[in-house]
């Protein structure tokens, strides 16, 4: 079993960041890939950023150049900086731990809101 709680969501202004933190309850990093999705209202959870096994990134073209994810091994922490948010990023984000890629079955945090608005 694998728990993940995520943290530093809220309202934020057009064009500020935040940054995101997901704990996981152990050192999973070295088998798991982690992932940050988000779910708006009426739409489907889409996969936003995320980081495999040995590092590698990937990330939505709606995001690109805006968000970066990063992991602090030490502290079994990922982590989602946003900046320039938009509107559009309003909806609840969600850390995923899964194995061995991102879009297997995996597990989930219980979210965190992210509001951009003005």
């Known amino acids: 079993q694998v728990q993940l709680v995520e943290s530093g969501g809220g309202l934020v202004q057009p064009g500020g960041s935040l940054r995101l933190s997901c704990a996981a309850s152990r050192s999973i990093f070295s088998i798991y890939a982690m992932g940050w999705y988000r779910q708006a209202p009426g739409k489907q959870r889409e996969l936003v950023a995320a980081i495999n096994r040995s590092g590698s990134t990937n990330y939505a073209d709606s995001v690109k150049g805006r968000f970066t994810i990063s992991r602090d091994n030490a502290n079994n922490t990922v982590y989602l900086q946003m900046n320039s948010l938009k509107p559009e990023d309003t909806a609840v984000y969600y850390c995923?731990?899964?194995?061995?890629?991102?879009?297997?079955?995996?597990?989930w945090g219980q979210g965190t809101q992210v509001t951009v608005s003005s």
């Open positions: 995923k731990a899964a194995r061995p890629v991102i879009t297997t079955q995996g597990y």
